[in-house]
């Protein structure tokens, strides 16, 4: 059971819009930035988003961040087949005193 | 180019204990905060530890706390994880993932070095 919650699964049609999201509590997401990774199939994990909204160069501008409250969402825009991928929201916990991970959401292109 | 290059993981027995090695190159190692993620066969990221660039501030998990430890040497550009009393729920990939200079989380991984926990 992940301390943060994202659904196991999303799926879109190229050209599409879809959304990711990640559930967490006032000791996480509301108090500390957000992180998300994309993990093609077989490869190591990439980060895709960092504190919150902000994308690392080279990462296409189809991928945006946003946080309210408790929850985050990752957006991915124009879809394409190659971001067929797991994706992994991630943020310290104030109170595990650690980092933590969203369960993944495996996003299916259609 | 940033390098991270996992080695030491293998099979062992329950309770027995291993040594996983990151070295760095491509970047000034002493500079930069480390971690160590790990991902089971068909399950998602967890983290597992981390250690501040002079190793004066470290967490662990919970899972793993009073089991495994986290430790650097600066000048051999390596980051260690030292794994004892291993259970079969230990079974694993371990990345070594570098923190940015800013302080965001796991800007780089390695390819990740595969644990097995088996009797």
């Known amino acids: 059971q992940s301390v943060l919650t994202q659904p196991p699964s999303a799926s879109g049609t190229p050209g599409q819009r879809v959304t990711i999201s990640c559930s967490g509590s006032?000791?996480?997401?509301?108090?500390?930035?957000v992180y998300w990774y994309q993990q093609l199939p077989e490869t190591a994990p990439k980060l895709l988003i960092y504190?919150?909204?902000q994308r690392p160069s080279g990462v296409p501008d189809r991928f945006s961040g946003s946080k309210s409250g408790t929850s985050a969402s990752l957006a991915i825009s124009g879809l394409r087949s190659e971001d067929e991928a797991d994706y992994y929201c991630?943020?310290?916990?104030?109170?595990?005193?650690?980092?933590?991970f969203g369960g993944g959401t495996k996003l299916t292109v259609l | 180019e940033v390098q991270l290059v996992e080695s030491g993981g293998g099979l062992v027995q329950p309770g027995g204990s291993l040594r996983l090695s990151c070295a760095a190159s491509?970047?000034?190692?002493?500079?930069?905060?480390m971690n160590w993620v790990r991902q089971a066969p068909g399950k998602g990221l967890e983290w597992v530890s981390y250690?501040?660039?002079?190793?004066?501030?470290?967490y662990y998990a919970d899972s793993v706390k009073g089991r495994f430890t986290i430790s650097r040497d600066n000048a051999k550009n390596s980051l260690y994880l030292q794994m004892n009393s291993l259970r079969d729920e230990d079974t694993a990939l371990y990345y070594c993932?570098?923190?940015?200079?800013?302080?965001?989380?796991?800007?780089?991984w390695g390819q990740g070095t595969l644990v097995t926990v088996s009797s």
């Open positions: 250690i501040t660039s002079s190793s004066n501030v470290i």
């Open positions: 993932a570098r923190d940015s200079s800013d302080g965001y989380f796991f800007e780089n």
């Open positions: 491509g970047f000034t190692f002493s500079n930069y905060n």
């Open positions: 006032s000791s996480n997401i509301r108090s500390n930035y």
């Open positions: 504190r919150n909204n």
């Open positions: 991630a943020a310290w916990d104030d109170s595990l005193s650690g980092r933590v």
